[in-house]
């Protein structure tokens, strides 16, 4: 049974900075696309950035882009997203998510076939 498990989310504070970690059990994602969605209240849930299966491209959107660095350690199994210089706008509840193909539509939803519970953040101004 696959597993995804996000961590370190929290409160801070405009400007500050949080690092989330995403681990996977029950199936290795070293060699496939993972990434991360955020969904704030009221609103549909949107991609923030992702990592390719090679390792070598990473995406992000336009409002996060700059300030906001995905990785992974494919011995631990685990992506982690880096966030600086947070705005009350990232507020949030972010996912984590794995797909089980190399090639997908990697800024979209239906590309990934597993999501973690989802791990909040919160910017206050």
């Not at 597993?3 to 996977?24: D, F, P």
């Not at 496939?32 to 009221?42: D, L, N, T």
């Not at 791990?119 to 101004?125: G, H």
């Amino acid at each position: 049974q696959v597993q995804l498990v996000e961590s370190g989310g929290g409160l801070v504070q405009a400007g500050g900075s949080l690092r989330l970690s995403c681990a996977a059990s029950g199936r290795t994602f070293g060699t496939y696309p993972m990434g991360w969605f955020r969904q704030a209240p009221g609103k549909e849930r949107e991609f923030v950035a992702a990592v390719s299966w090679s390792r070598q491209n990473t995406y992000y959107s336009n409002s996060v882009k700059g300030r906001f660095t995905i990785s992974r350690d494919n011995a631990k199994n685990t992506v982690y997203l880096q966030m600086n210089s947070l705005k009350p706008e990232d507020t949030a509840v972010y996912y984590c998510a794995a797909a089980r193909d190399r090639f997908i539509e990697i800024m979209r939803e239906p590309g990934y076939d597993y999501w973690g519970q989802g791990t909040q953040v919160t910017v206050s101004s």
